[in-house]
């Protein structure tokens, strides 16, 4: 018997394959094109998205013996597709990033008040949110609303599409912005203002919610032995966060991959964090709730350092076999960096939330070499965090401790920065690929195989990484001087 | 016949013999280390310069067959040698960026006031001066002092250990900070406050005066036939702008080497510059007057990316043949980058004369390529020229046009972006080693063999960069927006 989780990214998407302890079996993964029609139009084709996850799911089959007996998703959360009656795609599914929603983000916002759309929703109102991208099919094309049948997100559409009900699971909802998150249902006081009604929407449930079997036939084409469990996931983060071990009470999971993010987690909803930059919503453990504290970038950052100014390196792995980050992030030394870089190459994320900000790299001299730019790139990132950490706790959240997850927490290097910026301890998740081994313990759970809960999670001791006290003060003071960086910056990056 | 003219830098070398119509025939260089024993500290060995000199004179002579008639040196400004009764320099030289002296310099400054200074020498005081540098000796050795028979600057002292009388030109005496320039005398006021005697200084000369013949021992080991004249040269930039042609009204010589340096030359002494942050001080033309406008940085910043981001460039270089600079500046594109960048990866120049400021980079997306950072760094350099460009239009200098000299002059690209930039004609020098052709040339006129003044220096006619209009127009508002970058970084910097 094993368990599949599926994550649904935005740029690709992977299947694991664990037994019920949690080791991973197999795994495969797909890449897919962003597509960007327009400026401000990011989307994605549904229908090549699906294709890519059944082409997971036959690689992972036919890779394992355990046959899988349940199956649950972990996907990006907004983005939204409109499926007809008969299942097809009507258009490009608008994701995240995509910003045509602002006016109707905007409208919403002002028929709700600000206020209260984050008491119901636990979100301040954003283009981003999908209720806003449905508001802006209804109004620019009628027709397709109309022919719709239901706008679904990743979750809920993949699921479906396996054969189960076209349900949500609460975490997904709340990223909707048309959620109460309180009485965890659609509001309908939103939904009107929106002028959508709730049957055009996924039925939300709770995370670990069995949802019906995978179709017979389907199940065959795809490699199944029988006809799996289908089981409500959740949002990748917070798929990450309990599939890493996340317990609550100051700890946080803190995944390095394109982008970074913090993502604490709660036994209540943090009433101070209600109305504040940052959202609280459902956890993917029913009664818990989470946050999420992210840059926009991360190992990206690296990434354009590696394709930009890296060819050394990147000749050296051709050469060595090693990895090319492994190279890279043993350039950057074990001193801190004399540079001070923003991270703000794709704008800003938390807490400063500026689009118009751009990267910057600073206190360069003749002296400075690779490593050190490698290095402040570590530290950069990880300052923006500490930022976040701060206005956190500001909020009444103290951060105890993270478990990091993700490509980047593979890197001693990186974990070491982390704890040293942070002045926690870090601990490695023994399930990097957190997200995937969150949904598959949710399918697990919804099948009745493994225990509610997060108590057990992890396989096995992990290493842990203790902040050095004089280094963390040093880090300290370079942030106050790192805190100063993008307000200087500002006025310049407006007008560049 | 030929004409020799030795150039004396920081960090090399180098002696190119001419024919009397300016064509090179024979050139040799040698590069020397700079010590830096202790912070702050910046020295020259006298003795490693001198054998440097001397294989560079060897080198030419036993490569030309016209013989070598006259000679003449031009020299970095500023470094001291203090030298014994039997010749033998008795300590290292501090070199113009030992930054010892503050003290004296500031002693000096109380004792006879800033703006007196600033009158009589052309200087405000800066601990760069010589006379602060003896005063540091006088003060911190005094046996050192008492032994030393005379300190020397390194065309007096290279032009003394040929065979000439201890003499010093007047654009080099101006740089000693006890030199007064209207009257062409040593400050009788300035040293007495300084305590030094004028007896141990070299006599002040104007350029071209003939100081006497290679010692015919010296000759002979040199490989001279005979024993050639010795002329008075002068500053390195004066002799690089009287190389270039440069003519004075509006016109002015910039030089692209390891760091760049606009020198207008005026008819006159520029009343307006006195007390200024740009020296005016006598150019080797005898009756006219120089100035000079500098980074700290220049090529040496496409040098910096070459050693720490250019393997690529390096490797194709090496394999193609081709030269890294001329790969480099290819990859810069002839499209405006959309970064900018503060060149002061050693501190500023003028304008801002700022010793603790450090370059930066800032625009920086995930779309940022190589080529975009480099013409970064050529636009950057240009913007810090802009800017003195500016300051120097404010003191009354409005330039006309630029004549084009050192290595980077060779790149056309470089040359559009001076033009574009500053918004006036470039035109290349048919000189790019201009100081040497500089120096030569007052050999010649020291000799009787060439007639005095700058007309007809110029061997051809050589090619023009106009701005381009609409170019000129952009750079003007992105001057704009690089202003602020100095000063919104500057808190930051002291706080790196």
């Known amino acids: 018997m094993s368990l599949l989780g599926i994550d649904v990214g935005t740029t690709a998407c992977k299947s694991v394959a664990f037994d019920l302890a949690g080791r991973p079996l197999a795994a495969a993964s797909r890449e897919y094109p962003l597509l960007t029609p327009a400026p401000g139009r990011i989307e994605l084709n549904a229908d090549v998205v699906w294709e890519a996850v059944q082409a997971t799911v036959r690689e ?126 659609w509001s309908a006081e939103i939904l009107a203002a929106a002028g959508i009604e709730a049957d055009r929407l996924a039925t939300p449930v709770p995370s670990g919610t069995p949802l019906g079997q995978v179709d017979p036939r389907l199940a065959r ?107 890279l992030t043993a350039a950057a030394g074990d001193e801190p960096s004399p540079l001070l870089i923003l991270p703000h190459f794709a704008g800003s994320g938390a807490p400063s939330n500026d689009p118009h900000s751009r990267g910057a790299m600073v206190g360069l001299t003749f002296g400075t070499t690779r490593g050190q730019i490698v290095r402040a790139v570590l530290e950069g990132v990880m300052f923006e965090i500490a930022l976040n950490r701060e206005c956190l706790a500001q909020s009444g959240v103290e951060l105890t401790g993270v478990v990091a997850v993700g490509g980047g927490a593979r890197s001693d290097r990186w974990l070491t920065i982390v704890a040293d910026v942070l002045g926690i301890p870090v601990r490695r998740s023994s399930h990097l690929e957190a997200a995937c081994w969150g949904a598959a313990r949710l399918a697990g759970e919804g099948a009745g195989l493994l225990p509610p809960g ?25 942030l106050a001087v790192y805190r100063e960086l993008y307000g200087a910056l500002r006025p310049l990056n407006a007008a560049l």
């Open 60 to 185: 992972v089959n036919a890779a394992i013996t355990d046959p899988v007996v349940a199956i649950a998703v972990s996907t990006q959360g907004e983005a939204v597709t409109p499926i007809g009656p008969d299942g097809a795609a009507l258009a490009p599914s608008q994701v995240t990033f995509d910003t045509r929603a602002v006016a109707q983000s905007d409208r919403l916002a002002e028929a709700i008040g600000r206020e209260r759309l984050a008491r119901i929703t636990g979100h301040l109102p954003h283009p981003m949110h999908t209720i806003a991208k449905i508001m802006w099919w209804a109004e620019h094309d009628p027709q397709l609303t109309a022919r719709t049948w239901k706008f679904l997100c990743y979750g809920d559409l993949v699921s479906w599409r396996l054969g189960g009900e076209a349900a949500i699971d609460e975490s997904m909802a709340a990223r909707t912005q048309a959620f109460d998150v309180e009485h965890g249902r």
């Open 221 to 327: 084409e795809l490699g199944f032995s029988g006809a799996p469990l289908i089981v409500a996931g959740g949002l990748d983060q917070s798929c990450g966060a309990f599939g890493a071990g996340v317990r609550g009470a100051g700890e946080a999971m803190f995944a390095i991959g394109t982008t970074v993010c913090l993502a604490p987690v709660f036994a209540r909803r943090q009433e101070r964090l209600i109305g504040s930059i940052y959202p609280c919503f459902p956890h993917v453990v029913p009664g818990q709730w989470i946050t999420l504290a992210g840059n926009f970038t991360g190992g990206s950052l690296l990434r354009w350092f590696r394709d930009t100014l890296g060819e050394p390196e990147v000749s050296r792995a051709a050469a060595s076999g090693q990895d090319v980050y492994d190279l």
């Open 454 to 478: 997060v108590v057990g999670v992890e396989l096995r001791e992990t290493p842990s990484f203790q902040p050095d006290p004089e280094r963390s003060g040093y880090y300290r003071d370079r």
